[in-house]
């Protein structure tokens, strides 16, 4: 393996989105690997990939050692598959749960109410501001805590917190504007 070009790993630290992606465009495959190895799902293992740089450029400034920049990038991958790992666990096992409990008796127009809600949501979502929309997506659908969205973000997380009640506040609104016929939603808000 090459030394690290110290020259680009100092301009990195400093921000230079350039310099980082010239600095870790040669780890992506031992990136990619840990995470494909661990998920055994190439679309999961592009995803982490993602993640793990978007870490590892948040935390570039605390690296000390330039040497260390392959181990410290694999520990990040590792343990963002490690939690991504525990996640779907937990998931499997509250479907399993659901699974043991006998199958409530659902109208077919009751699925088609709700299937209608969901789409008429996703729709809203996507008419979202984009402040709103990325928090709303980082907090429903990446199942990120609102200090994970604040550092991904660089905010506050009590700015994160006031972005999630003003994008609920519209999508509720909006919702009840797009009511069909006037009919009561019998959905909760995210």
Known sequence: MEPIDMQLFRRARRGDREAFWRLVLPFRGLIYSVAAGMSHDPEQ???????ALLKAFQGLPDLRDPQKLPSWL???TRNLMNERVRREQRQRRAMAGLARQPAPVVAVSEIRER???LER???EIRRLPEPFRIVVGLKYLNESS???IAEILGLSVPAVKS?????RKLLRERMEESEVDGKESK????
Do not use: K, N, S, T
């Not at 293992?45 to 993640?51: G, L, N, R, S």
């Not at 972005?163 to 994008?167: G, M, Q, S, V």
């Not at 959905?187 to 995210?190: Q, V």
């Open 187 to 190: 959905h909760e808000m995210p």
């Open 121 to 123: 949501m996703e729709g």
């Open 163 to 167: 972005r999630l009640f003003e994008a």
């Open 45 to 51: 293992a592009q995803e982490a990939v993602h993640d």
């Open 74 to 76: 694999y520990g990040i």
């Open 115 to 117: 299937e209608a809600w």
């Open 146 to 148: 609102c200090r994970e």
